[in-house]
């Protein structure tokens, strides 16, 4: 699984900060630090993957289920003789 591009953590987080009624840059500076571990673990826990290895992922898939569907075919034809 590929690891999660640090600088997306810093756009939820910025994101996050910039939407706080908080005066005051100091306290929305320290909150963003304490927030960007808090999203890294949220995003490892449900193993979210990039667009990038979701596609490669589905196109091994799509190989494997038409070698399967072959052998099948073979195996059919096989147990018919």
């Known amino acids: 699984m590929a690891k999660l591009n640090l600088n997306n953590l810093d756009y939820f987080a910025n994101r996050i900060t910039s939407s706080l009624p908080i005066d005051g840059q ?13 999203l890294q673990s ?3 826990k449900f193993e979210i993957v990039t667009r990038e ?26 147990e018919n003789k």
């Open 26 to 38: 100091h306290l929305k500076d320290e909150f963003k630090d304490n927030l960007k571990p808090v």
């Open 42 to 44: 949220f995003f490892e």
């Open 53 to 78: 290895e979701f596609e490669i992922q589905k196109e091994i898939l799509r190989k494997t289920r038409a070698k399967v569907d072959e052998l099948e075919r073979l195996m059919n034809n096989i």
